[in-house]
């Protein structure tokens, strides 16, 4: 069974802190990785994907990827309140479906 | 990005009785996936639909209950058939190109109750 898994959280930052969001996967041939954002009540929003080991950067938002230790993670630099959110790690294998982790609970405290 | 519509947004249903989701793509895509997510809970895939073929199942999921079309590469829809109280869920149907690395993009849900 593919397994994505991630801390439920929640995790408290104050704002302009770095908020560091962790996801582990088990399936070796996933391929592609993404990281969304979901507000209470409202459908996932794409922010970052990554496909090859290393990091990679857009805007404040860093995901790093180590393929050999089935890791992902998404940095958040300078947090803003409005990045309170629940963000997924999602995971595609030799397919095109993703599987979503549980998701992790970001609240940034003014 | 590819602009995904999806409707009803939400609906309230008797059980027993079956709704059909609709889900628009702005542009053709190869694949469409539907989703569901109960209450707190993350994502877990029902389908992938392909044009032109049958829909595929993820386990636990069967196509009598929730039977998909696929008529072309701009349009899908869900039927959640004969539901009852366990159904209430969110349903997001999602899109991408089925090429290498590309990104998936999701509808705005519809949040589905069932009394």
Excluded: H
């Amino acid at each position: 069974q593919k397994e994505v898994e991630q801390n439920s959280g929640p995790l408290s930052v104050p704002e302009g802190a770095i908020a560091s969001l962790n996801c582990t996967y088990s399936d070796r041939v996933s391929q592609s990785f993404f990281w969304y954002r979901q507000y209470s009540g409202k459908s996932p929003e794409l922010i970052m994907s990554i496909y090859s080991n290393g990091d990679k950067e857009d805007g404040r938002f860093t995901a790093q990827l180590n393929k050999a230790s089935q890791y992902v993670s998404l940095l958040i630099r300078d947090s803003q309140p409005s990045d309170s959110a629940t963000y997924l790690c999602a995971v595609a294998g030799s397919g095109y479906a993703l599987n979503f982790g549980k998701g992790t609970s970001l609240l940034v405290t003014p | 990005s590819a602009v995904i519509s999806q409707k009803p947004s939400r609906d309230i249903c008797q059980r027993g009785t079956s709704l059909t989701i609709q889900c628009q793509v702005d542009s053709q895509v190869t694949m469409m996936f539907w989703y569901r997510q109960q209450p707190g809970q993350s994502l877990t895939l029902i389908a992938t639909a392909n044009q032109g073929s049958e829909a595929t199942y993820e386990s636990g999921f069967v196509i009598d209950k929730f039977p998909i079309s696929r008529p072309n590469l701009t349009f899908s829809t869900l039927t959640v058939s004969n539901m009852s109280p366990e159904d209430s869920s969110i349903y997001l149907c999602s899109a991408d190109a089925g090429l290498m690395n590309t990104e998936a993009f999701f509808g705005q849900g519809t949040r589905l109750t069932v009394v």
